[in-house]
């Protein structure tokens, strides 16, 4: 009985030895600088829900989605969180990167303005003052806005410039309008001015592709499955844990980065972003489940309006996997 009791706590104390696996580290890098969008991340980080699935994530802020991009291609970050119309123009060029899931299904561009100018619909654009950044998504995109309402370049002035110029623009009354997305630079606006904006949504004029979503590097996916499905399980999670408590969710913004905005702005372009996670076709699904006739009609307004190869249409399923996504309804 003495030789069985020793070798059982030789045994207790062999296996208390033996330390707990350490959590894998993971870089998320975001597409910009920290805003309302941003929420779920931070939300599942400070809520341990990275952490129950192994997961010990770093964010870091990005400077544009097509930087953020480069990094996850040269392996420097594990995911990233980008416009994915942006990921496969450089996914089209041979970089090895592909959409482990797109959150943003309806896109976010829009036309906006101060809402006190009445500015409300395309009819009202005539005769106003639109800043645009030349080459940037949504001025690719623009051409067939007026296209689709009626408008021709002339019935408006056009100033052009950087997204800080564009928006000084604005908030200074040298132009009445800027492209710009719903939830991040109407957002910047009001911080700056304390005044509402109100965008003309593209998306409500029959232009709709897929916007922000989840990448990784083709070559890490394929090497690390298990930690990919961890990864977007966690961040499915999160998502929908911040769903149900948005200001919550944008107060963990500021918990890990006091600087990252002020509360009201934070809530409010989170709020703002949330109706764009899904369609009618997927609105009984979990977040980032896109359709992929979602996606190949992203793939051919991408073609013919955002410069993207013509290749890309014989295999839009080149640019995207689900089959890393946690399973189920909503």
Do not use: C
């Not at 482990?100 to 036309?111: F, I």
């Not at 809530?267 to 896109?290: D, M």
């Amino acid at each position: 009985m003495k030789r069985w009791i020793g070798a059982v706590s030789a045994a207790l104390m062999m296996f208390a030895a033996v330390p707990a696996q350490a959590a894998d580290k993971v870089v998320l890098m975001l597409n910009w600088y920290v805003y309302g969008e941003h929420a779920p991340f931070y939300y599942g980080k400070a809520k341990g829900i990275y952490a129950a699935e192994g997961i010990d994530l770093e964010i870091q802020e990005g400077r544009g989605s097509a930087a953020t991009t480069q990094a996850v291609a040269a392996k420097t970050a594990d995911f990233g969180y980008v416009d994915v119309p942006t990921m496969m123009r450089a996914a089209i060029k041979g970089a090895p990167v592909i959409a482990t899931g797109v959150l943003l299904q309806t896109s976010p561009m829009s036309a906006m303005g101060f809402a006190d100018k009445n500015i409300r619909k395309p009819e009202d654009i005539k005769g106003k003052t639109v800043a645009i950044t030349p080459a940037n998504s949504m001025t690719q995109i623009w051409p067939l806005f007026l296209k689709k309402t009626g408008l021709k370049e002339s019935d408006f002035t056009t100033v052009a410039g950087d997204g800080q110029t564009k928006l000084n623009a604005v908030i200074n009354g040298q132009a009445d309008l800027l492209l710009g997305y719903v939830m991040d630079q109407s957002m910047k606006i009001k911080d700056a001015t304390g005044k509402d904006v109100y965008p003309i949504k593209f998306a409500d004029y029959g232009i709709n592709m897929v916007s922000s979503g989840i990448i990784a590097n083709s070559d890490y996916v394929k090497a690390n499955a298990d930690l990919v499905r961890r990864f977007m399980s966690a961040t499915t999670k999160a998502v929908e844990a911040a769903e149900k408590e948005p200001k919550a969710a944008a107060q963990s913004i500021l918990d890990a980065n006091p600087k990252g905005g002020k509360i009201d702005t934070l809530t409010q372009g989170f709020e703002l972003t949330i109706p764009l996670y899904r369609t009618p076709e997927t609105k009984s699904k979990r977040p980032f489940q896109v359709t992929d006739q979602n996606m190949t009609d992203s793939v051919n307004l991408m073609v013919e309006y955002g410069g993207l190869d013509a290749k890309a249409k014989d295999n839009p399923k080149a640019f995207y996997t689900n089959d890393y996504l946690p399973k189920g309804e909503s």
